[in-house]
């Protein structure tokens, strides 16, 4: 099957099918070989990330209603960077953190599908990174059923990475070879404003103000585990990294999978703001992910999606150091939805200061913000 957005419906309220979504779409292959310049704090001294989870493009690719659902979620990712550009608070990075298509109902075209979600964020001149979730490289199942954990996706998760980090817009980086079957592991920096192309010759612009750190929780081909390979070359690189900048610079970390700690945290509700709304379905085996991360110092949050009717955060941690674990608003129309739960996407602003200060909150589909909080 191919994908046509030119016959797609006009929703309700939504908007017309866009042939200028196509074009980006195709410039953004073509200009693969350049990357973007490096990420920058705003003029105001703020960096905003919109954490798109769980859209899962592709489903009823073959009935009228898999169309519609792809555009309600594409929808809801316009209406969410616009609402935050009117009210001044525009965002400087998109995360897709995992199971942006759903592998299962996708057979010949799972990069279409990719490129219809990147190509709404470069509508919006908008950077991004991705992780993979348990469902983008799910095998292909003409009779329903599913496997998550295993292989022969026709485009496998390693091509998957590879195909988005060729992107115009793209910052992802496909992981190293050695953490095989895991993909979506880098680090990407975000530096002062004005430091995009000076980091040499600018003092200031020697070191990040910010880490992202993406994670690979399996799926389609690899099971839901972060193996320890993985943690090794976490707290590899971010202990060479304090070497190498000087100083433990603040890090936020994108997983799909919540880590099994998020059960534990969401029990001291005096601690939690947001919503609870679904079960927590946590790796499969608990290899001491978050024990890592609270090690570092300069870890301060985690963002994580799967479950779709959570996003709630919690401070959590012993020792009187704590790391905010969230979960992201599920943002699109595909996937299992919960009643009276609309779709929207988490906003995290990072403001740079002596000790950098982090908060964030909900946008839904109609631009209502929801669930503010300090982390």
């Given amino acids: 099957a191919t994908v046509s957005v030119l016959n797609w419906p006009q929703l309700e309220g939504g908007f017309p099918p866009d042939r200028t979504m196509l074009a980006l779409c195709v410039l953004g292959a073509v200009m693969g070989a350049a990357k973007p ?24 690719e073959a009935e009228g209603w898999g169309a519609v659902q792809d555009r309600k979620s594409l929808a809801t990712m316009r209406n969410v960077v616009d609402a935050q550009r009117r009210a001044g608070a525009p965002v400087h990075l998109a995360v897709l953190s995992g199971d942006q298509i759903t592998g299962l109902n996708v057979k010949d ?7 219809l979600i990147t190509g709404e964020l470069a509508r919006a001149a908008l950077p991004h990174t991705a992780i993979l979730g348990n469902h983008d490289a799910e095998p292909y199942a003409a009779h329903g059923g599913s496997n998550q954990s ?8 390693t091509a998957l990475m590879q195909h988005d980090a060729a992107g115009a817009l793209s910052h992802s980086e496909l992981g190293p070879p050695s953490l095989r079957p895991a993909v979506s592991v880098y680090v990407v920096d975000v530096y002062a404003h004005g430091c995009g192309g000076k980091r040499a010759a600018a003092p200031q612009c020697a070191a990040p103000l910010l880490q992202l ?15 320890p390979p993985q943690i090794a070359w976490l707290n590899a ?21 919540p880590l099994a700690e998020f059960a534990d945290a969401a029990r001291d509700t005096g601690a939690c703001f947001g919503d609870h709304d679904d079960g927590i379905a946590p790796t499969v085996v608990n290899t001491g992910l978050f024990e890592a991360l ?36 599920h943002s699109g129309a595909g996937g299992y939805n919960c009643p009276d739960y609309p779709i929207g996407a988490r906003v995290i602003e990072a403001e740079a200061a002596a000790t950098l200060k982090l908060r964030t909150y ?14």
């Fill in 237 to 257: 690189t971010l202990a060479a990294r304090r070497r190498a900048f000087g100083a433990a610079v603040p890090a936020l970390v994108f997983v799909h999978i």
């Fill in 109 to 115: 075209n799972a990069t279409a599908y990719w490129d």
């Fill in 294 to 329: 609270h090690a570092h110092r300069e870890v301060r949050a985690v963002f994580v999606g799967h479950n779709h009717c959570n996003d709630f955060c919690c401070a959590y941690g012993a020792g009187g150091r704590k790391v905010d674990l969230c979960f992201a608003r």
């Fill in 37 to 60: 310049p490096a990420l920058e704090f705003g003029p105001d001294g703020v960096f905003r990330i919109v954490q798109f989870a769980d859209m899962h493009f592709g489903e009823g």
């Fill in 213 to 227: 750190v993406h994670l690979d929780s399996g799926g389609g081909g690899m099971k839901e585990i972060v193996y």
């Fill in 150 to 157: 295993a292989p022969g996706a026709k485009t496998n998760r």
């Fill in 362 to 375: 909900v946008r839904l589909h109609n631009a209502t913000v929801i669930h503010a909080g300090p982390l």
